[in-house]
């Protein structure tokens, strides 16, 4: 199992488009709204790290992506713990 963070930049005055497209769509955990230089934050999780790739490459496709960046990928079985 591969969880991936990324971060993501659409055109302006499309984040809720961009937002209705990606939230029920495969893989995608949890989307949300960030302030700076990207729009949104998602986590991501697939099967495998070419999974996950895939995944991020059918996001990056998303008509008003302009741009994502991988924060942090975690090909273990380790626990991301929720912070308190």
Excluded: S, W
Aim: charged residues 20%; glycine residues 10%; proline residues 1%.
């Amino acid at each position: 199992m591969a969880i991936g963070i990324t971060m993501l930049k659409v055109l302006p005055g499309m984040e809720h488009r961009v937002y209705h497209a990606l939230r029920c769509k495969d893989g995608i955990l949890y989307i949300c709204a960030v302030f700076g230089e990207y729009d949104f934050m998602l986590v991501l999780q697939a099967e495998g790290l070419n999974e996950l790739r895939g995944l991020i490459g059918g996001i990056d496709d998303t008509k008003d992506v302009i741009a994502t960046q991988m924060i942090l990928v975690n090909n273990q079985n380790e626990m991301l713990a929720q912070a308190c």
